[in-house]
């Protein structure tokens, strides 16, 4: 389990591609303290583990569902990574409970400054946009990031400038791709709800019209 707070930027340093898979090397420094061989690091959001480690570096397999479901394939030698260690139990929890599970990828379609923030705005499809609510929690890129608007398909996020410089989202920019995991409560509260409509027969929460009060009373909530 992560908190969605990074503790390193680090870098690739080599791609290592198979025929489906491959293997990635990270240029690291802190999140090497302590690490072992088959421990967790979140790379770009993504949990991998780590199968060899250097002095200055890891290395982590990538299998072809993290290609299919992220945007790690899409990594260059020398782009920058967000870097985070599983939570350590006796640890802080700064920010929300993040799993490391990508749900999908979305696209930035701009950034505006706002005073001291810079507001980003990223496209997301339907399946991820239905979990997410207005100052609610989102995992970007393995950022733990709170809401700030939800449009119908896409949503902002406010960047203060101490998650700016720590952190990779704003060294991209407009139409690339961020990973994107909703928040593990949410899932949670979907999956019961279509559950319990699924077994009474009546009409799934899933079906685009969103969890409202109608709906609540109209299925017996």
Do not use: W
């Not at 479901?69 to 782009?79: A, E, M």
């Amino acid at each position: 389990m992560f908190t969605g707070i990074v503790e390193e930027l680090g870098s690739v340093r080599r791609v290592l591609p198979g025929s489906r898979a491959g293997k990635i090397v990270i240029a690291a420094h802190k999140v090497l303290e302590g690490t072992r061989t088959g421990d967790s690091i979140a790379v770009n959001g993504v949990c991998l583990t780590v199968v060899a480690l250097g002095d200055d570096e890891f290395t982590a397999d990538v299998m072809p569902e993290t290609l299919r479901k992220t945007g790690l394939g899409q990594l260059k030698v020398g782009d920058p990574v967000d870097l985070e260690r599983a939570m350590a139990a006796d640890g802080r929890f700064g920010g929300h409970i993040v799993s490391g599970h990508i749900d999908g990828t979305g696209r930035i379609r701009e950034m505006r400054q706002e005073q001291n923030a810079v507001v980003v705005s990223i496209e997301a499809p339907a399946h991820i946009m239905r979990l997410i609510v207005e100052k609610g929690s989102i995992a970007i890129d393995g950022i733990s990031l709170t809401v700030a608007s939800v449009a119908q398909a896409s949503f902002t996020v406010s960047i203060i400038p101490h998650t700016a410089a720590e952190t990779v989202l704003l060294k991209k920019r407009a139409g690339d791709m961020v990973n994107l995991e909703n928040d593990i409560v949410g899932k949670y509260v979907q999956k019961l709800l279509s559950d319990i409509t699924a077994e009474s027969g009546k009409e799934p929460v899933s079906s685009g019209k969103g969890l409202t009060l109608e709906y609540l009373q109209a299925n017996g909530f």
